[in-house]
């Protein structure tokens, strides 16, 4: 029994032993392997985590130094803007017929009619077909409530059909909307002043090259009179975009309609930038 003890003492010492020497080994050996490993500046150590060499090797992030601090960026926030206009070239008109009837069908029917001698006469007056188009159409019951009380019942329906027409010719404005009500139109929703897609589009980055110069100017004023130096602009972006376009709501009509009619002066396309500029 005694001996039994004495060799475990043994085998213990044994293995204390090897794996002090071992750690002593490992400790040596880490400088060798990479001795960018540990850096020290002054008391204080920085590491980052890197996947190169023997991170690479044997799965294992590696720590490095980074040595650099970050640098804040100084910047200076302004908004600008830019205004464009141009001479209406097109007027857009609603026009609509409303009927109403004891039945769906005489209302529909009738208003069919009158629509298609409101089209007829708005194509002899030079409008093409790719100038008119159905922008709303709808069917619906006139009910009456008995003063009595009761369930209410359907009298009758209205139908409702509006169509929107380009007119280009901005002289040609007022004797279409004449010769329309003459037809049968008895409502024109809406009149406005305006211009093609295209225009409009160029008028939009006209503006938009306009406001971002207003904003590089505002940020060079500020950094003159901040006495810095302009680096530039760190970000740009459309925070607002507005085109205006003038537009004109009447009442029902009932054959009568106005007849002088002049376009507005201008339409305008307004855009709004705001922008970071960095200086130093």
Do not use: H
Not at 78 to 89: F, S
Not at 152 to 170: D, E, F, H, Q, W
Not at 242 to 263: D, H, M, N, Q
């Amino acid at each position: 029994m005694v001996e039994m003890e004495t060799l475990s003492r043994k085998w213990m010492i044994v293995l204390g032993v090897i794996a002090v020497v071992t750690m002593g080994v490992n400790l040596a050996l880490l400088p060798e392997i990479s001795p960018a490993l540990i850096s020290q500046t002054g008391s204080e150590y920085r590491f980052t985590i890197v996947e190169e060499g023997f991170a690479k090797n044997f799965g294992t992030p590696f720590l490095q130094d980074t040595g650099q601090a970050e640098q804040q960026v100084k910047t200076i926030s302004v908004t600008g803007t830019g205004v464009v206009k141009a001479r209406p070239d097109r007027a857009v008109l609603s026009l609509s017929v409303v009927t109403q009837a004891d039945t769906a069908e005489e209302a529909i029917s009738e208003n069919a009619d009158k629509m298609n001698s409101v089209i007829e006469t708005v194509r002899n007056k030079g409008i093409l077909e790719n100038q008119t188009e159905t922008s709303a159409y709808s069917l619906s019951p006139i009910w009456e409530y008995p003063k009595e009380g009761g369930s209410p019942k359907i009298v009758g329906y209205t139908c409702s059909n509006t169509i929107r027409v380009t007119v280009k010719n901005l002289n040609k404005v007022g004797e279409i909307i004449d010769a329309a009500v003459t037809a049968g139109a008895n409502q024109i929703s809406s009149l406005q002043f305006t211009i093609s897609e295209e225009a409009m589009r160029q008028l939009g980055l006209n503006a938009l090259s306009l406001a971002v110069e207003d904003a590089a100017s505002k940020a060079s004023t500020i950094a003159t009179a901040a006495k810095v130096t302009l680096v530039g602009p760190v970000s740009i972006s459309i925070s607002g975009y507005s085109p205006y376009v003038r537009s004109y709501a009447f009442e029902s009509v009932s054959g009568i309609a106005p007849t002088s009619i002049l376009s507005p002066e201008e339409v305008s396309v307004t855009v709004s930038v705001s922008a970071i500029y960095e200086f130093k």
